[in-house]
């Protein structure tokens, strides 16, 4: 009777998953390598999810929504949920433009119960990052108005082109929401217009939040942690799935050559993307971009022409937005003791490594480990050993027979 006591759980724990039980402490006492796999696993779980061939929302324009009341001097995140949540901003508009280097991003600040513009909507990282820095002597009072942010958001997204993909995500360390109407309306507002809304909780669960993303199609997410908040928000670093109101068309696009004027002295010119800027001086260059249709100069690449609105991208930049529709396929899970001795990327030996699993790639049959794994997949966006070695030698490894995968 006392065992039967023992195996017995309660309902909610029958379905939960027991995350701690992986968790054990090293020779010396400490829990970061296993805390450290779990992330690992968790990534490579968001990468089996991903498809090829499927539609994609190349040209992003996205709102960031950031909450700026009171309730982010919370120091639960350190230093403060405010200060956190800033410096993670900055690399997520690094990693965003890095990735999605033909969208747009802007910045809304929600605040005393007012939502206010940070930075417009535009293609500049240095611009973003800058205006995200400068919030750093805010003064955070008062309850944020989530619907005031989403209306203000809803005004800009709503002239987007119809080929564009607009999003919004919310950065919500409040519990409560000051809003003058039906947040409801704009709420249905959002989804007719085919604006998928996200929201990145700081606290907990807030069900207009939750409605929120079910309604428009987005994601909802509560964080644990400052390392659980930067990968919340690092997810949605790749472009969401097309939706049904996005139309499909071609795109006229330039693409300028970065040249500098020929001769002894060469004129000095001012660049259009800076003749109206107060942030950053104007500076007068000999060299630069030209449109090829207006033959207006600017300094930096991607940008859209403010004389003829003609987009101007360079190949690295198509490219980059490119792997997304083709990504890596997933690497089969093997036991090491059956594989070669070292990792074809990193040639470090297995041996020295504390897994007990290495990853090997269906087309070329190289191993991996775990680290080159998700390098490969996150970051270089194509196989390595896929690329060095010949068709012909990897049509021969793929006549071998391999170890089965672990059930």
């Not at 993670?88 to 929600?110: C, K, R, T, Y």
């Not at 795109?251 to 001012?270: Q, R, S, V, Y």
């Amino acid at each position: 009777m006392a065992e039967e006591d023992e195996i017995k759980e309660y309902r909610w724990e029958t379905g939960y998953e027991k995350t701690w039980e992986a968790i054990k402490e090293d020779d010396d006492g400490l829990v970061e390598g296993s805390v450290a796999d779990i992330i690992q696993k968790a990534k490579r779980k968001r990468q089996a999810m991903k498809k090829g061939f499927s539609k994609l929302g190349m040209m992003r324009h996205l709102y960031v929504l950031l909450d700026c009341s009171e309730a982010m001097t919370v120091p639960d995140l350190k230093p403060t949920r405010f200060l956190c949540t800033l410096k993670l901003l900055e690399i997520f508009i690094e990693e965003f433009f890095d990735q999605n280097p033909i969208s747009q991003l802007g910045v809304i600040a929600m605040k005393a119960k007012r939502a206010e513009k940070i930075s417009e909507l535009g293609g500049s990282c240095r611009k973003h990052v800058k205006a995200v820095a400068g919030l750093n002597k805010l003064n955070l009072t008062g309850e944020p108005s989530l619907q005031n942010g989403l209306d203000l958001a809803l005004k800009t997204l709503k002239m987007v082109p119809a080929h564009a993909s607009r999003e919004v995500l919310v950065v919500m360390g409040s519990l409560t929401t000051c809003d003058p109407t039906d947040i409801h309306i704009t709420i249905e507002a959002l989804k007719a217009e085919g604006i998928r809304c996200s929201v990145v909780s700081l606290s907990a669960e807030i069900r207009v939040c939750k409605f929120l993303c079910t309604e428009t199609g987005g994601v909802y997410g509560a964080v644990l942690d400052d390392a659980h908040f930067k990968d919340q928000l690092l997810q949605h670093i790749d472009p969401p799935q097309a939706g049904s109101q996005q139309e499909f068309s071609l795109i006229k696009m330039g693409f300028p050559h970065g040249k500098t004027e020929e001769g002894k002295d060469p004129p000095l010119t001012m660049c259009m993307c800076h003749i109206d800027s107060t942030d950053e001086p104007s500076k007068l260059t000999s060299g630069g971009y030209h449109c090829p249709q207006c033959y207006s100069k600017y300094c930096d690449l991607p940008v859209e022409c403010a004389s003829c609105g003609l987009t101007l991208a360079s190949a690295p930049h198509l490219a980059r937005s490119y792997h997304h529709l083709f990504p890596v396929p997933h690497f089969q899970e093997m036991p090491f003791e059956n594989q070669a001795s070292i990792c074809y990327g990193c040639q470090k030996p297995f041996a020295d490594s504390t897994d007990k699993t290495v990853y090997q790639c269906g087309t070329c049959q190289q191993v991996f480990c775990i680290d080159c794994d998700i390098f490969i997949h996150e970051t270089m966006h194509s196989c390595v050993g896929c690329t060095t070695i010949p068709a012909s030698v990897q049509a021969l490894h793929a006549r071998k027979p391999v170890a089965p995968p672990i059930p």
